[in-house]
Every structure is written in structure tokens, then in C-alpha cells.
């Protein structure tokens, strides 16, 4: 494509319920949306950092500057770009991957729009839907978990997910195994544990879980395998996994027998590709990770789930899980426990202009 400017929006959504995870607590999504302006129409990404720097070192604000200043006058500086070419221009500048995703989906959605191309064929995909999973946060007491399990699992929910921390882990998988004894379950550390930690955390092996996601640090590669080697319960990466490269090191070392992809925290979609390809010569499963994104990244992260090595349910759920009004016109529902993999040329949503404009807080653009 020929990338004429692009646009930044700062968008704050209040969610449907408060969601809390070991790091901390959020009422309100704020992300960047990405417009890129070509004369073959527009494409839109997102850039998933949060607000504060908790789950990994990126942030909105820090995300904002890296991409007004340097990433997106790279991308201008081309005449022509195919979307390709987007993570090679933006190699220079050290991590950022957040913020490299977003802009390069905003890039591949303008250019398969002029094709006619959907995003999921274009990235490999072999189903027409994929099984929904669900990411539930930390409530008041078990009981509420158990409460708030319940409802999803009511509307269809293949998989529930539930976030653990020091203090909140065995009695509360306890209490939602015991009130659901056969669902597939499994539970989110976010880090914050450490080795020291390893006979609480074998606990965790009667549950039957399917896997304990980033129980360490994200820089704990070889902690992980000695962890991995005292528990029966698999141990999935999320926060380790920044590339292909990291992944195919994880596993090496034995960090992780199951792999988190998140298409923003490995610096695009097709980078996402190339570490499912990593796990699937290896015999890895992986599933799609979410970070609460709006119709623009839930749309995108349905195709790339959709691609054959994703043998677990992801975090993809419906847009309401999260949002009481998307941006987009058509959001991702919940059909018998499954989201549609979108079919329209590109991402295959329209955003809902009014809608958009009612959450965005900071607006700017940067022509060529
Ligand atoms: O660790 O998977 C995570 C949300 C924000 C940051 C990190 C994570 C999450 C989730 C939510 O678990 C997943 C979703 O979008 O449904
Ligand atoms: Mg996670």
C-alpha cells in the first residue's frame, strides 16, 4: 500500500465489571487505535498496552510517543509498504512490540481490503469458528468466583480461565472445581510467583487443571523448566513469549509444554504466525491469548485462532464480556460457545464511527 498518514486515537471504554488480575485492578479500558490513511481506503489496528506498565514495560502513554515520534514517520518515510515490510522498517527500534503490532495491522488491514483478501486466509486459517474460552479476574471471596463462573459457563463458555495470585490461588480453584467437577479449567499467575514457590504451587496438580499460565517472571526461562519438572500440571508461557526466537528458546530449555500467543506482546500477527509454526513443528499447542480488545483486535485475534495448530480454546470471547458498546458495528457474539471467524476482505469489521468518537479522549494525525 501506499501509506498516506496515519491516525492515533486514545480510547477509554468502561468495562462491564471490574477486572483483577495479580497486578492490580481495572474499571476502565484505555487503548490506542490505529487508522492507516491510504488511497485505497482506510485500515485500523490496536495497540493493546494498558494504562500503567504491570504487565509487561509498555504502556498507552509511552506507546503514544514511540509511535508519533519514531515508529509511524519510519513507516512514512516509504513510498510503498506491504505489510511485510512493516516489522523490517520498525527492527531498529528496540521492543515497542505493542506498538509494532498495532500499527502493522493497521497496515495489513488497508492492504488486504485492496485485495479482497479476508485477514484469517491470508494467515492460514483452516476453521470457520473457534471455541470460545473466557479470562475471569479475582473476585471478593471463592464463593463470588464461583457466582461469576457459573454465569459464563450459562452462556456457553468452552473454557474458563481464572486469575491466581499469592493468597488467592489454591482455595479458590478449590472452589470452582469443586462446584464444576468436569469443566476445562485453568489458571493465570501473571508472574507472581517465584521458584520458592514450587510445593504451594504443585497444590495446584489434584485440580486436574489444563495448565498454570506465567506462574514466573517473564525473564525466568530456566526457573520455569525447574518448575515445569516439579509439577504434573503443564506450564504455559504468556509474558516470556516476545518472538518466535524467545519461543523456540523456551523450548529448548523445557520452560513450557503449552504456549500463549498474543499477536500484540510478539509485535504483530505475523510474527504470531511464525511462533504457531515454532510450537507446531514441535508438537506445542497453543491458544489465543486476549487483552481486552475492542472489535478491532477480537476480530483479528478470531482469524489468527482459526489457524490449525491452536488446539485449545482461547481468551477470545464476546465483545460483552468486556463491553457494554463496541466500536465496531457488528460485535463478536457467543453462538454455541464459538465466535465466527470474520469472512469480509482485511479484519472484515466496520467500525461504528459515533461510537468511536464517544470513547476517544486524544486524537492525532501524522501525514506524510
Ligand atoms: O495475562 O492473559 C493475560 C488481560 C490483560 C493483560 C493480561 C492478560 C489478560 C487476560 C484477559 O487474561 C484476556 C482477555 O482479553 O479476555
Ligand atoms: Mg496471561
Known sequence: VALDGVELRVLRIPLVSPFTTSFGTETEREVIVVRALTPDGDGWGEIVTQQAPLYSSEYTEGAWDVSRRWLIPALLDRVRLTPGDVADVLAPFVGHRMAKAGLELAVLDASLRASGLPLASALGAVHDRVPSGVSVGIQRDPQALVDAVAGYLAEGYRRIKIKIRPGRDLADTAAVRAAFPDIPLQVDANSAYTLADADLLAGLDEFGLLLIEQPLQEDDLVDHAALARRLRTPVCLDE?????????????????????????????????????????DAGVPVWCGGMLETGIGRAANAALAALPGFTLPGDVSASDRFYRRDIVTAPIVLEDGYVRVPTGPGLGIAIDAAALDDVTVAREELRR
Open 240 to 280: 516470556s513469549i516476545t518472538s518466535a526466537k524467545s519461543a523456540r528458546d523456551a523450548l529448548a530449555l523445557g520452560s513450557a509444554a503449552v504456549v500463549n500467543i498474543k499477536a500484540g506482546r510478539v509485535g504483530g500477527y505475523l510474527e504470531a504466525v511464525r511462533v504457531h509454526d515454532v510450537c507446531r
